[in-house]
């Protein structure tokens, strides 16, 4: 019988496997006023969004951190039975684009909702000052021996494609300016569900080629 070695797939967090977005507008539209929902989030780059400066961006995000309403993010869709079938067949760990500091935070909804799943937690550090600590995805992904990232950010998945990395872009309101077509030849798979991510990995190809 042929034994496969278990592959390892990386698995961003935010917008991902829990539904950060929804509750990161939520929490801007009660701090500063204003009414957005998912569908006005067109671009990644926060501040292009909201209408201010990439340091009010940031700022704004890291109070967000602060605020406790991270604890309180939803599972995406099919997310929980998407790790229940996928941990039988692959090891799985997470790489988030989070700051470290916030690991608390980040081990509340990992442990909540995705119990004994994730062999791993890996933090790039994004907006954190000192930029000494921040690292890409592509860094990890070859360190850690991982196979294959699952990510909302087109940044990540570029980077990680361009060094050998098999790739999924989960499809939301702001990685939409990439048509599948010019993905496909960046070797980057969109896809648009949990159910899509399952039947991709578990399917015969996929890592054939
Ligand atoms: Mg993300």
Redesign the pocket.
């Known amino acids: 019988m042929e034994r496969d070695k278990r592959r390892t797939i990386g698995v961003?967090?935010?917008?991902?496997l829990v539904d950060?977005n929804t509750s990161l507008q939520r929490f801007h539209n009660e701090q500063y006023g204003t009414s957005f929902v998912l569908d006005d989030v067109y671009s990644f780059n926060l501040w292009e969004i909201w209408q201010c400066s990439y340091e009010e961006a940031v700022g704004r995000v890291i109070a967000y951190y602060k605020s406790g309403e991270m604890k309180r993010v939803l599972p995406m869709e099919g997310a929980v039975e998407a790790m229940e079938i996928l941990k039988q067949k692959f090891d799985l760990v997470i790489i988030?684009?989070r700051p470290k500091e916030f690991t608390a935070e980040t081990l509340y909804t990992t442990e909540k909702y995705f119990p004994d799943c994730f062999s791993a937690i890996y933090h790039t550090n994004l907006l954190v000052a000192d930029w000494k600590t921040k690292r890409k995805k592509s860094e990890i992904c070859l360190e850690q021996g991982v196979d294959t990232l699952i990510?909302?950010?087109l940044d990540n998945v570029r980077d990680c494609a361009l060094v050998g990395i098999k790739t999924l872009l989960y499809r939301r309101p702001w990685n939409l300016s990439a048509p599948d077509e010019l993905l496909m030849q960046e070797g980057i798979m969109p896809v648009k569900s949990w159910q899509e991510i399952v039947d991709c990995l578990l399917s015969k190809g996929f890592f054939v080629n």
């Open positions: 961003d967090k935010d917008d991902v950060l988030t684009s990510d909302d950010s």
